[in-house]
């Protein structure tokens, strides 16, 4: 039974605390600040304002938190940055900064101290933290502006996103390349798509994330879209504005790659992916809130090691059949190249004696 | 200092239920209707007064029955006799807050079942007089009156920016409204309660329970 247990099941130990990876957090800040330019550029000083601001008040705040819960901090440990950072990124510019900063006290204060500090949470403190702001103030989150808008004046600058376009069941038109580069109203840092697959090539290069979450995720998003879409028109339309709209690309890089609260095997990965894409196409057919992904994502953490779990069971139902397949392949390969061979020597010998026989001719 | 902390100990002890061993903050039970509904003063009144009313009129009804009858039965008609008891209380509340008893909807009926809870603490009968088990059940009442209105006030404040109604110019973060706000409120409460408690020192019954040495020298009956 023991045996069964521990091959079949996640053990205590395997969800024991992750320390921190100076290498992937700085990474991930690298990637983040990237982000941050694009929304800087879009949106000018204010935004500046909002995430530099956001930055400090999260540091200071997780500094104050852990004397408080007398929690001792890891080397290394940036998780509080990449939170800080963040959070801004998820939110309109118009945003008031009170709110970043209550979504910073529910991130810190309630999901990550509480169960034990860094690689102890079950939630993603980010994730959570913005939806909780979402229903606490979703005359805010929810209200973009246009890129290069006049801030000073709001109303004239009141823009539509593609996901309340698609949500409100209209056609929303961008332009192709305003799609890639970012230029349409949306939340801060998510826009950008050619800047966050980019971020995206460097994580994966650099290993600091798994490439298998996002492909199966956002395979799994494209496949339901293209079978159910909520767009009159195209497949390849409806797929690609399911794609860019909301969130989805930048959380499926850098949120629900979390080393905390994403399975840790690959097949787990894979399961967690799918569950993850299915649960926002789900939100967004059923639902009526713009920021699906954060609710999803936080549904799906909750699944996280039931998913690896499965991956783990999956892996060892696929070892001996591997094993099986790779002998068979390779006797069926051997058998092959030995027929070849049997047959080129057969003609090679036959060369050979018809030469002999011209010779002796 | 240790002195002022026995005595609070002790006066603590003599009212326990109000704060050390609360039904909601510190057993966790009876939690649904604060959780989901207790989010303004009002409503904990209203779900307080629905509390004590059903659960100390059913228990007294209920501390007549024999300790002798068999325990299937005596459930069976301590469920009657809290469901008796909760016809008169919801006539008298919904003659007074009408309104926040339609707000409240099912969670006031489920008051009866919530009593029950309670109602099982009857073993105590068997050790206590019912005078004195009348007031030990009293203090789990008030213990629960306590935590629903400093949660309900907590979630006013918060959450709508008013307390009792009036508006103490704050930001509002309506998040608390909803019942995972409420979950968020009582796991800091119980958390409070829980730090005051070991800074205290651990009840004599906890320690009887978490001890593992105790439990293995002590064989089981």
Known sequence: MENINSKNSITTQDMSVIAPDTKANTNIIIALLVCSFMAVYYNGGR?????????????????????????????????????????????????????????????????????????????NPTAVAVAFSCLSWPQYLMSYTEPFADLSSPAASIGISPASTLLAGGVPHIAFMNALTGNFPGPMGTTAILVICACAVYLIASKTISWVTSFFGLSTVAVISAIFPRLQGSVLSSVAYELICETLLFGFIFMANDPITSPKTNWGRAYYGVLLGF????CRHFGNIELSFVFSLILANSLSTVCDTLGKKTKQYLKPKYKELSKRFSKFVTNKLHDKFDLVSEKAESYKSAKRGKKDA | MRRIKRKTKLFLKSIDGVILGNTVLEKSMIIAPIVVMSTSVLNAAVISIAFALVTFFSVLLSSFLPLKMPRSVRHILHALIASIVYIPVFFLLNLVFAETVYKIGIFIPLLVSNSLIVQRQEHKLATLSRKKYLLYILNHILGFVLAAFVIGSLREIIGMGTFAGKPLNIVAVKGFLYPFGGFIVLGFMSALIKRFNSFLGKRQSDKKIFNMEVLKDEPIE
């Open chain 1, 279 to 282: 649960l926002i196409m789900f």
């Open chain 1, 47 to 123: 935004a500046l304002f909002l995430i530099l601001a956001s930055v400090i008040t999260c540091i200071v705040l997780e500094f104050v938190v852990r004397r408080l819960f007398g929690v001792k901090r890891q080397s290394g440990d940036w998780s509080c940055a990449i939170t800080g950072l963040m959070i801004p990124l998820l939110m309109p510019v118009t945003v008031p900064f009170y709110v970043i900063f209550i979504a910073q006290i529910i991130a810190i204060v309630v999901v990550k101290f509480p169960f034990g500090g860094y690689g102890n949470n079950i939630f």
